[in-house]
């Protein structure tokens, strides 16, 4: 895939969750103009992420049976509507319903990383996923910073407006530049594709990956839903000007873990779960000086940044990696978690700034994070015992996935921490642990790594 093609899918996930987040940072102003009471404003966004909801487990399995460049541009056809109803709405109702739209086809963000893992080569799916989500925090962080600045030089309509202009250049060169996928196999059936996913939720590989998602999103939704409580507050008094710009620095931690593809595809995603989990915690203790200093949080904010999307792409390769076949319907699955995580991280740091302030708001987002650990620790210990039970080396041991251990040419998971591995011609290489190989029979790999 070309560099152009990378960022432009990137460009497509940035401005398609920036319809979500845009209303955070003008909830008063569109409160007051709709007529919504102070008590009422969450509305606003919530309406928007219960619309994304719907759409991950109903829009994003579709990418598993249509051409997904052509989906990708129907979504964003169909964002750009919605963020037209909410820019012109005179009544709370119908910018509820253009949200709600905007925030359902906004899951063509999970279309667009799906497209982009599946024209890759397997030796550069981590880089091309890491590059392409990289625009989803840059939609989320770097949204915060210009709907300030667009409410300020107009209003707030301006900023659906922008939105809806942007969504629908996007969808024009979508279908004018990126090619169409060639798949092998015969397309799923949209029901099976819908009713496989319970399926997911039975095997470890997705279960744990998607907890540690759900723990680390709430952490990150803990510092970016509740920062503006303390720096609204004395002794800073920041505008909400100000307060957005805070979202640039997060960009640079976000964009410098893009780095955590070429991790991921040089075998490096397990470790790099770990280290990133760890910096994590760390970066906690930083953001929790900010009531007497601003230089050693904003070193923080960019650490946990970067923690979250190294750990964020290394669980979708894992992912894509063991499940080529459904693609969409995987990160579509995956995505539920982190939803889930940003909403209780939301909820819980307002309620614990209020009873603890910004201390106990930096306990929670650090305990988030060890849940996480734990998460990891948890999963990378059953995975050992499961294969010091079957015996290291034994015939066919159940993958992580959920199916045998397959012969050549197949995309398998490794026993320990389900980390991606490929077998050939019976022979499984691993660069930190061992594999015993058989002229027919592949045998279980681990990686303690």
């Known amino acids: 895939m070309t560099v152009w093609r990378r960022w432009l899918l990137a460009m497509v996930c940035g401005v398609a969750v920036a319809s979500i987040y845009a209303a955070q940072t003008v909830l008063e102003p569109m409160g007051h103009d709709l007529g919504v009471s102070p008590g009422l404003t969450g509305w606003i966004v919530s309406s928007g992420q219960f619309g994304y909801l719907v759409g991950l487990v109903l829009l994003v399995p579709l990418g598993d049976v249509v051409d997904r460049r052509r989906l990708i541009a129907v979504h964003l056809a169909v964002t750009a509507a919605g963020m037209v109803l909410t820019a012109s709405a005179t009544a709370s109702w119908v910018a509820f319903a253009g949200l709600a739209a905007a925030g359902m086809f906004a899951v063509v963000v999970q279309t667009t990383v799906a497209y982009a893992a599946s024209m890759s080569s397997p030796e550069e799916r981590g880089r091309n996923i890491g590059v392409v989500t990289s625009g989803v925090v840059v939609g989320i962080l770097g949204a915060r910073a210009v709907t300030g600045a667009l409410t300020e030089l107009w209003d707030w309509r301006s900023v659906y407006v ?44 997705f279960l744990s990956r998607g907890l540690i998602a759900f723990f680390l999103f709430a952490s990150f939704g803990t510092l970016w839903s509740g920062l503006s409580l303390p720096l609204s507050d004395a002794p800073w008094h920041l505008s909400e000007g100000q307060i957005g710009l805070f979202g640039f620095v997060g960009l640079a931690g976000a964009l410098g873990a893009a780095r955590a593809g070429r991790w991921a595809d040089a075998g490096r995603a397990v470790p790099v779960t770990g280290l990133a989990l760890g910096l994590l915690i760390l970066s906690w203790a930083a953001i929790g000086q900010l009531t007497w200093t601003l230089w050693i949080p904003l070193v923080g904010i960019v650490l946990l940044d970067f923690a979250v999307q190294a750990v964020h792409v290394s669980n979708q390769h894992l992912l894509t990696t063991a499940h080529p076949e459904r693609i969409s319907g995987v990160i579509g699955s995956y995505m539920v978690f982190y939803s889930l995580g940003s909403a209780l991280g939301a909820a819980s740091t307002t309620a614990l700034y209020a009873a603890h302030g910004w201390a106990g708001s930096s306990f929670l987002g650090a305990g988030f994070a060890a849940c996480a650990l734990v998460v990891r620790a948890v999963s990378r210990r059953l995975s050992v015992d499961g294969a010091m039970q079957s015996g290291e080396g034994t015939d066919a041991t159940p993958s992580a996935t959920g199916k045998p251990w397959s012969g050549s040419g197949t995309a398998a998971v490794t026993a320990t921490d389900c980390s991606p591995a490929t077998t050939t011609g019976g022979t499984s290489p691993s660069p930190r642990g061992s594999a015993r190989t058989s002229p027919a029979v592949p045998r279980v790999i681990t990686n303690r790594s």
């Not at 015969?186 to 997911?200: M, N």
């Open 162 to 205: 922008v939105l809806a202009v942007l969504s629908l250049g996007l969808a024009a060169l979508v279908l004018a530049v990126l090619p169409t996928e060639e798949r092998s196999g015969r397309p799923t059936g949209y029901v099976r594709a819908v009713t496989s996913i319970g399926g997911l939720f039975r095997q470890r590989l």
